[in-house]
């Protein structure tokens, strides 16, 4: 089984900026793509990024430029520095695993970070 913790969620201005880390623990080595999904209130779960267990991001419209995604898997760490925050960058960040190997076909998440941004 893999755990995910996320951090670095908090309070912060208009144009200010976040970086958001999420700890992987547990059979580590059967993780493959990582991502970050958001759930803004009222709203459904969607994806911002992922990046594969090679390291290539990916990233939806509407935050390239702005969010960067990045793992250390010597640290089983994820993170994403989001830049130029916007109100609309409200959310609840949840950090995403996906299976492999043993674990082929499961998915993992986090308890997610809370993204406040002030006008």
């Known amino acids: 089984q893999v755990q995910l913790v996320e951090s670095g969620g908090g309070l912060v201005q208009a144009g200010g900026s976040l970086r958001l880390s999420c700890a992987a623990s547990?059979?580590?080595?059967?993780?493959?793509?990582m991502g970050w999904y958001r759930q803004a209130p009222g709203k459904e779960r969607e994806l911002v990024a992922y990046?594969?267990?090679?390291?290539?991001?990916n990233y939806v419209d509407s935050v390239k430029g702005r969010f960067t995604i990045s793992r250390d898997k010597v640290k089983n760490k994820l993170y994403l520095q989001i830049e130029s925050l916007k109100t609309e960058d409200i959310a609840v960040y949840y950090c995403h695993a996906e299976g492999t190997r043993s674990l082929r076909g499961r998915e993992y998440w986090g308890q997610g970070t809370q993204v406040t941004v002030s006008s």
């Open positions: 990046i594969s267990r090679g390291g290539s991001p």
């Open positions: 547990g059979d580590t080595m059967c993780i493959s793509a």
